[in-house]
């Protein structure tokens, strides 16, 4: 099936912005956008829009710019969500009565075992398949304030994270530690689910700490 126009141009200029082309300071037309993509201006309106939604560009007075991440507020807000998903299963370890739910543990766990068995080609939207899992987890401990904080820290640090799985192989590693994960929660071995979690979000912070780092230097070496 042929991608549509719209999507097309959509996800070119999503990979420039992530890549890094769109240069720090630079401002990009509607009109301009077009003429070089050699397309109508409605297909890149409705990419900016959709750009504008993920975080990815700022409306300036005169165009379109990108954001840059500050990676002291990236650091920031990963260390909100390990607390708070570290949390998820440190209360059942230090309460017996607290119990993680087993059908919504194995409910999730087949979506993810269907997606080791044919997982996608490294792609920005797996961000929202990561976040599902990590939600997913949370919830089953059963508290609901703890999900809301999450919902919250994800939505503010979605497009950065969306460099995670630019990586070849980061996503196949990704699935794999998931169900580690979430099969040692659902067995109620609790200990080494807590130690398996903070490496995962760990290494997930690293990863995303040297792409997006990596994105802004080329922003700045192409405006140099």
């Not at 075992?113 to 939207?125: I, K």
């Given at each position: ?11 070119q200029?999503?990979?420039e ?12 037309t ?24 993920d975080?990815?560009v700022r ?52 979506h ?23 939600t ?13 904080t999450?919902?919250?820290v ?7 994270r ?7 192989g980061r ?15 659902r ?16 290494a997930?912070?690293?990863?995303v700490?040297e ?9 700045h070496?192409?405006?140099?």
């Open positions: 099936m042929t991608t549509p126009l719209r999507d097309q141009i959509y996800l200029l999503r990979d912005v992530l890549s890094g082309t769109w240069r720090t300071g630079e401002r990009h509607e009109p301009a956008l077009a003429r070089r993509l050699g397309v109508s201006r409605t297909p890149v309106r409705e990419a900016l829009t959709r750009l504008l939604a975080g990815l409306r300036e007075e005169y165009g379109y710019s990108a954001v840059l991440p500050s990676m002291t507020t990236i650091r920031d807000l990963y260390e909100v969500r390990i607390a708070v998903e570290l949390r998820g299963i440190a209360r059942a370890i230090e309460n017996p009565g607290v119990r993680h739910d087993r059908a919504a543990l194995d409910a999730e766990l087949q993810w075992y269907a997606l080791r068995a044919a997982p996608p080609d490294p792609t920005p939207e797996f961000v929202l398949e990561d976040e599902r899992f990590h997913a987890l949370l919830a089953s401990s059963g508290n609901g304030e703890l999900v809301a999450l919902t919250s994800n939505r503010r640090i979605r497009t950065v969306m460099y995670d799985f630019l990586v070849e996503i196949e590693t990704s699935i794999a530690e998931h169900i580690d994960i979430m099969e040692n929660v067995d109620g071995q609790l200990d080494k689910a807590l130690r398996l979690l903070h490496e995962h979000i760990g997930s912070l690293e990863i700490v792409r997006a780092t990596r994105a802004l230097t080329a922003r070496s192409h405006g140099g």
